[in-house]
């Protein structure tokens, strides 16, 4: 893929994912705030807002400010500059490969965007239920960021154990 093409058609990829999430948490920052959970889908999609000021799944809610500042906003911004770069530059890099980046990136800079405009914390508001199961309370972004990782696991799996043939 030739290296304009590669920037253009990531950065576009990127602006239209992290605008959705941005998008979303408007919405839901703006309808559900002050309400309770909505439910769709028989209770297997519901709607609720909370913020969160950790990690995935509240990881990290008892640290300081500080520890939380240099983690969730400051590594993070570095660990996003170093995959975009990697993969902007990469020449061998799959195009799955690439599409797992885009979802990861995309995840980040939509999360990190509320760790800069929301004092730290990030907007969640989906929970899915599956029988007795359910999910922690997420986002867009953090889907994304799901998604990317599934599919380099995927990929890197199907590398590992599906070795096409030589026709020669």
């Not at 500080?66 to 993070?76: D, E, G, M």
């Not at 570095?78 to 902007?88: D, E, Q, R, S």
């Not at 907007?123 to 997420?138: A, C, E, P, Q, S």
């Amino acid at each position: 893929m030739k290296f304009m093409r590669k920037i253009l058609l990531v950065c576009l990829s990127i602006i239209l994912l992290v605008g959705c999430d941005y998008t979303s948490k408007k919405i839901v920052k703006n309808e559900l705030r002050d309400l309770s959970a909505h439910s769709y889908l028989g209770g297997g999609i519901n709607l609720v807002y909370a913020e969160n000021s950790g990690g995935m799944l509240g990881l990290g809610i008892g640290t300081s400010e500080k520890t939380k500042l240099i983690i969730f906003r400051y590594f993070v911004v570095l660990m996003l500059a170093l995959l975009f770069i990697y993969t902007i530059t990469n020449k061998r890099i799959s195009k799955g490969s690439i599409i797992a980046f885009i979802f990861i990136f995309s995840g980040g800079i939509g999360n990190l965007i509320d760790r800069f405009t929301n004092n730290g914390r990030v907007i969640d508001f989906i929970v899915m239920r599956i029988l007795n199961y359910h999910t922690g309370i997420f986002n867009l972004a953090d889907l994304y960021i799901t998604t990317g990782v599934v599919l380099l696991v995927f990929l890197s799996l199907l590398n590992k154990y599906y070795k096409p043939e030589s026709t020669e």
